[in-house]
């Protein structure tokens, strides 16, 4: 291999590592406690909006929202190190049945497809336009696909009514949780799965205060939620049931 070609792979692995972007849990003490400090500032520059516990992008508390549009929130709070920022994800366990439901339909949908009836499915194909005298392209319209062993449904539809088939007849246990992912490039990830009805400040403050309590630590409750506190519909047919409300509201 020759001097040039031994240079261009040198620089090739060299922008390799710096796309590689260290994660948070691995980079120096003095790093960690600099993002540390920034994030205690913040939040407690924004304590009048959030209760300065933590600061998240996502407007809480918002008046005349319905609940059902109150099931998840992103948000950082600090750890009792003074080093860990914890990047959060925080939903009801109501989001995470429908989520692991829909998760069920869509794999047992996608196993009944031929790999020729994958491809055709995901494909996507675009068209030439002009925009400022500029030639762009867009996404076009994927036909719809109607298949005999959905029952002459679509992909989506089928899997629509999967969906209600498996809640109402094999429905998933759900688990309040608290799952890390030391992956992250900005603070520790955390995935927390509650059991209230909405997700706001309140409800963030209280997750907070058990994953302290837990040791800031992986968890999961003993026991599943009761099933008779979780949805017997889809997240889509609740979600139309609480649009049509709205409507017949602003109608009167």
């Known amino acids: 291999m020759g001097v040039s070609q031994n240079l261009k792979m040198e620089r090739i692995e060299f922008m390799m590592k710096r796309k590689k972007r260290t994660p948070y849990c691995h980079l120096p003490r003095r790093k960690q406690r600099d993002s540390f400090i920034r994030l205690r500032q913040k939040i407690r520059n924004e304590s009048s909006v959030y209760g300065g516990q933590f600061t998240s992008h996502h407007v809480l508390d918002e ?11 992103d948000f950082y709070f600090l750890g009792n190190d003074g080093l860990t920022i914890w990047n959060a ?17 869509h794999t ?42 959905f029952g002459g449904l679509t992909y989506r539809d089928y899997q629509k009514k999967l969906t209600e088939e498996i809640i109402q007849n094999e429905p998933p246990e759900i688990f309040e949780s608290f799952a890390t992912d030391r992956s992250y490039r900005y603070g520790i990830g955390l995935n927390m799965v ?3 009805s909405e997700i706001n400040r309140v409800t963030i403050e209280e997750a907070i205060h058990r994953f302290h309590e837990v040791g800031e630590a992986n968890w999961r409750a003993a026991e599943p939620v009761p099933r008779n506190e979780l949805p ?3 997240a889509d047919t609740a979600y139309k049931k609480v649009e049509l409300h709205l409507c017949d509201s602003e109608t009167y």
């Open 63 to 73: 008046p005349g929202r319905p609940a059902l549009y109150n099931q998840w929130a």
């Open 89 to 105: 994800a925080i939903v009801t366990a109501v989001h995470e049945f429908w989520d692991t439901a829909e998760h069920m339909a």
């Open 108 to 149: 047992k949908a996608w196993e009944m497809l031929t790999p020729e009836e994958q491809s055709a499915q995901v494909e996507m194909k675009f068209e030439p336009i002009w925009s400022n005298g500029e030639r762009m392209y867009r996404l076009m319209e994927r036909p719809d696909i109607f298949h005999e062993k």
């Open 194 to 196: 509650i059991h209230v």
């Open 232 to 234: 017997f519909e889809s």
